[in-house]
């Protein structure tokens, strides 16, 4: 099993932990980059024209954004715990082919 960090085109960072490939990896962090975010009704408003033109608003009051956010830089990452902190260590970075996201040669 795998963890990702992936970063999205919308600015969101995805950190995706024990999948079994960075194609599993890409599509959970598009989803939730993707799903957009709910607010009150007394909020709407206010929030609407923050973020207008980046996302549309429903009445229901979920926000969801105009353009899909897609995958722009994929680090395979693990964990590590010490000196009472936690890390997050590179330990590849992925490159974006014709044929796909694949790791990046080791220079």
């Known amino acids: 099993m795998k963890s990702f960090l992936i970063k999205m085109s919308n600015a969101h960072n995805e950190h995706i932990r024990e999948v079994a490939s960075v194609d599993e990896a890409i599509r959970i962090a598009s989803e939730r980059a993707n799903e957009g975010f709910w607010l009150p009704p007394s909020r709407v408003c206010e929030m609407s024209k923050e973020h207008e033109g980046r996302y549309t608003v429903g009445d229901d009051g979920w926000f969801r ?5 897609v995958p722009v830089e994929i680090e395979e990452v693990k964990s590590s ?9 590179s ?3 992925w490159i974006q082919t014709q044929s796909g996201w694949q790791p990046s040669p080791a220079v």
């Open 91 to 93: 330990v590849g970075k």
């Open 65 to 69: 954004p105009i353009e899909l956010a």
């Open 81 to 89: 715990y010490g000196n009472g902190g936690y890390d997050m260590i």
